[in-house]
């Protein structure tokens, strides 16, 4: 959530930064409504302070001796009354007017970085750099046509089940998969993270907390009769983990890693990547997540962006790293580096993981800070997906695949697989 302060005094930068994104916003009638709460906020405070010496002078004149029934002290008591009467209708307006003032930050997303590259959308995103050597190579198989001959999941079983983009692994697949998780959550503790293992049920205020809602209530399934919604990533109960807290400047960073299902409508994307593991409504993920000092900030994101890096290395998948720009940032972040694997079956790279830096912005809608002798800030925040499972899979079938139909396993992988290869039965 946008800082307030900076909505009261500096409306035009909100209004400048948020156009990068394509975002017109009414800043002035924002301004104005936060501007009100303030001065409220400042009467109700200086009436309370009046409140509380005229009620001091009242025990100080009855202690003194003076009749409790006096004209006196009845005319303070009297003075009293009217001040809390005051106080309570200020506090009723400053509700509805804080409320209202919030509801239409929510709605704002993060303002971008400077160093955020300007654009529209995904075409002016711009590479960074490359890793590997991309197979390229006419008559491959898709990873779906490699999971259908190897019978590694089933589609029109879970259709049955469920409805459809939702799959069931079966056999190689469902060990390849839970191999995937085990291998990355022992990667990323070997490198310091704490492992933590989340609810996947999580309430309205964890969403809102992490930047899911208001915005996104449609993208999320949501328990009809409860306050519990199916978490979209892992990034949301993490995030909810020091929720309300203070976190002592001495323990920064927190470095999390956790194993997650995730579960995601994809409202608009229908068409697109119906087959296969590349876009699901249940996929499983391995998010990292660090809370952070803000002068370390942009540091940790370079180290988070080469701690999910190391993942596709290990597995010799080649990839690319992407700068977002701002027309293609996300709505929580500041800046992200998306790493996007290559699949050479589509000859293609796609997305596999967005590295991103939220600065304050889930940390103000959660009330996260640190305290550094007597002084209390906002923390920030960062995360990325250390992978998301499904396509790594759909990753190594169509990198590894071999014209017998078989598939060979990568070495640091070999070990948690059990073997060196999938092969047809």
């Known amino acids: ?69 006096s004209n006196e002290v009845t005319e303070l008591r009297l003075r009293g009354n009217e001040i809390k009467a005051k106080v309570a209708n200020l506090e009723e307006r400053e509700k509805t007017i804080s409320s209202n003032l919030k509801e239409k930050l929510l709605g704002l997303p993060n303002l971008p970085s400077k160093e955020c590259p300007n654009g529209k959308n995904e075409k002016d995103n711009q590479e960074i750099r490359f890793w590997g050597n991309p197979r390229k190579e006419k008559n491959l198989k898709e990873h779906w046509e490699i999971g259908q001959q190897l ?35 022992d990667l990323h503790v070997a ?34 009769d409860d306050d519990l919604w199916l978490t979209p990533t892992a990034e949301v109960p993490v995030t909810s983990l020091h929720r309300d807290e203070i976190i002592p400047f001495n323990q920064l960073p927190l470095r999390y890693v956790a194993y ?63 700068d977002l720009c701002t027309g293609d940032l996300g709505f929580s972040a500041s800046r992200t580096f998306d790493l996007e694997v290559w699949l050479p079956a589509a000859n293609t790279y796609r997305e596999i993981s967005s590295c991103s830096i939220c ?14 002798g007597q002084n209390t800030q906002l923390i920030h925040t960062l995360n ?34 059990g073997a060196s290869q999938l092969k047809p039965k």
């Open 1 to 69: 959530m946008l800082d307030q302060r900076l909505v009261r005094e500096n409306p035009k930068l909100i209004a400048r930064e948020l156009s990068r994104r394509g975002i017109e916003v009414d800043v002035i009638t924002l301004q104005k409504i936060a501007q009100q709460q303030r001065d409220i906020q400042e009467e109700r405070s200086n009436l309370q302070a009046v409140g509380k010496q005229i009620g001091k002078e009242v025990g100080q004149k009855i202690q003194m001796g003076l009749d409790p029934k």
């Open 151 to 185: 019978e590694l999941f089933d589609t029109e079983r879970s259709a049955k089940i469920s409805q459809s983009r939702f799959v069931t692994l079966i056999n190689q697949g469902a060990r390849l998969e839970r191999a995937l998780i085990n291998f990355m959550l």
């Open 191 to 224: 490198k310091g993270y704490k492992e933590v293992l989340p609810p996947v049920l999580v309430n309205t205020a964890s969403l809102t907390g992490s930047g899911q809602l208001p915005k996104f209530a449609e993208e999320s399934f949501q328990c009809s």
């Open 260 to 322: 997650s299902p995730c579960f995601r409508r994809e409202a608009g994307s229908y068409g697109r990547d119906t087959r296969g593991l590349i876009r699901l409504h249940q996929f499983n993920k391995v998010e990292l997540y660090w809370f952070v000092h803000p002068k370390e900030s942009k540091a940790s994101h370079l180290q988070l962006t080469n701690d999910a890096e190391a993942v596709l290395q290990a597995l010799e998948l080649p990839y690319r790293v992407i």
């Open 359 to 372: 600065d304050a912005f889930q940390a103000r809608r959660s009330s996260i800070r640190t305290k550094e």
């Open 384 to 417: 990325g997906s250390g992978l998301a499972v499904g396509r790594t899979m759909a990753a190594l079938l169509e990198n590894g695949q071999r014209s017998d139909g078989s598939v060979d396993i990568p070495k640091a992988l070999v070990p948690y697989f």
